[in-house]
């Protein structure tokens, strides 16, 4: 079995996401799974903007799941890694851990899923040209 295209976006813990333990704020892992779904649509060659000015095609979340393994703190260099796990006519799925990057030890594991709607948030299929592209990525090697 081939090993997933997967999309690593490094950012450092700030101040502002941490709370009052000293950690870093449990949403804050949920905004990082965006970074790293927006940098693996940019590795494709697209970007989200794009998708919808362009087509009129946003993927709204409808599921996202985080869990948490050891605490992120200030100033701690992270990686988000990102990669897509499933593609269907309207239905995106990525999966993501985020690590420490000096260690490498596993901060938290999460996945969202994603409906493809236009601008009044009706379902809609992929364009062509996004689903090819993700796809593609499902069945390297």
Not at 73 to 97: A, C, G, M, P
């Amino acid at each position: 079995m081939s090993k997933p295209m997967t999309n690593e976006a490094r950012l450092r813990v700030r101040y502002a996401e941490t709370d009052k333990m000293g950690v870093v704020y449990h949403s804050n892992f949920i905004v990082w799974f965006e970074i790293g779904r927006v940098e693996l649509l940019r590795q494709l060659g697209f970007n989200y903007r794009d998708m919808e000015i362009e087509d009129d095609c946003h993927i709204a979340v409808v599921d996202v799941r985080c869990r948490y393994k050891l605490p992120a703190r200030y100033d701690d260099e992270i990686v988000v890694r990102t990669s897509l796990k499933n593609v269907r006519e309207s239905l995106l799925h990525f999966s993501y851990q985020v690590a420490r990057a000096g260690d490498d030890a596993l901060l938290a594991e999460g996945e969202t899923t994603h409906i493809a709607v236009n601008s009044r948030f009706e379902k809609m299929p992929l364009p062509e040209k996004y689903k090819a592209a993700f796809t593609e990525i499902l069945h390297r090697n």
